[in-house]
């Protein structure tokens, strides 16, 4: 493998899970060491972020207090810091309007009920269309972050080789959302299916964004089951070849605008990861996402050392996600070379938490500078 260096503005990891507690500082240093400018921090605590502002209180806490608690564990070092206010039943249109002319609502967060982790206290879609609460977004040009995983269906519907929770969503719901709501500006998290690639497509590059992970744009349904690698079990989950194959060419395309990164690291401890009673959700990638990203877009046919490759990559990495946040990318750099590196397991005071390329025995072709 030949030798190669590349400076990239520093990048920002449009979703991302921070957590809460004693281990705040060391995954928001994970992320500071790995050339990252800023976050989108997911509200999925518990309670759940789902008030503007004020203290908080049993059954919530607020965008104000979580920036808080972000900024006194490090994140005030960030150049962006964007924390999504979660919507449950007890929004309001009006908690939307105070929070954009106060300037601390920037985005609001959609999680299909018992999706994913803490997940309990949202609401069905079928709820929110044609709403008052998406029409107040829309008004005050809050994007709209989904989980874009159908609610509520059989095992079988979940995963299939034709179907999936994901790609039923796409092809039912979201044409649903986008006609009902033209003015609402959307970003489908982290996408996995060839369907949630096309519509978003399909959509408009000012309309609608996506955000991708390092392990969709690696891995398939195969890594995950062949000896049960719990390290990479995530939600959504990783899909089959196909999909990944549509991933890697809508990061690849030149001159995309839509895709950019978002991580969805998520870390749990090695005693809550692997438990009795099954697998916590969630691959950790602090520290090491822009190598994993790297790996992937040369899996894929980058050759990073040729212009048209790095602007495919810091498209995706450093500029399309400001682009559609509506800030600018990093003044700052980060240089990255393409030497062997190994990742390790992170101490926290909560726990050690193993990160994806460890527990996956993948050996990095990439380090940091």
Known sequence: ??????????????????????????????????????????????????????????????????????????????????????????????????????????????????????????????????GDVLKAMAANGVPLCIHGEQHALPGEEYLADDRSAESIFYRETMPRLLETHPDLRIVCEHITTREAVALVRGAGPKRVGATITPQHLLYTIGHLIQGLRYHLYCLPIVKFDKDRDALRNAVMRPGQDQFFAGTDSAPHTHRTKATDCGCAAGCFTGGCAPQLYAKAFEEAGADLGTDSGLAAFRAFLCENGPGFYGFEPSEKTFTMERTPSETEVLHTLDGKVTPLPLGMDLKLDWSLV
């Not at 920037?106 to 609401?123: D, F, I, M, V, W």
């Open 1 to 130: 493998m030949s030798e190669l260096s590349i400076t990239l503005p520093r990048w920002f990891d449009l979703h991302t899970h921070f957590r809460q507690g004693a281990a705040v500082p060391d995954y928001i240093g994970a992320h500071r060491q790995m050339g990252c400018a800023g976050a989108l921090a997911m509200p999925n605590t518990q309670p759940p972020v789902s008030r503007v502002d004020g203290p908080d209180r049993d059954d919530s806490r607020s965008i104000e207090s979580y920036r808080a608690e972000l900024s006194a564990a490090g994140a005030s070092s960030f150049e962006q810091l964007i924390i999504p206010l979660y919507l449950t039943p007890a929004t309001t249109a009006e908690m939307i309007d105070q929070g954009a002319a106060s300037g601390q609502l920037r985005a609001c967060k959609y999680y299909p009920p018992h999706g994913t982790t803490n997940s309990e206290h949202g609401l069905p879609m079928a709820e929110l269309l044609g």
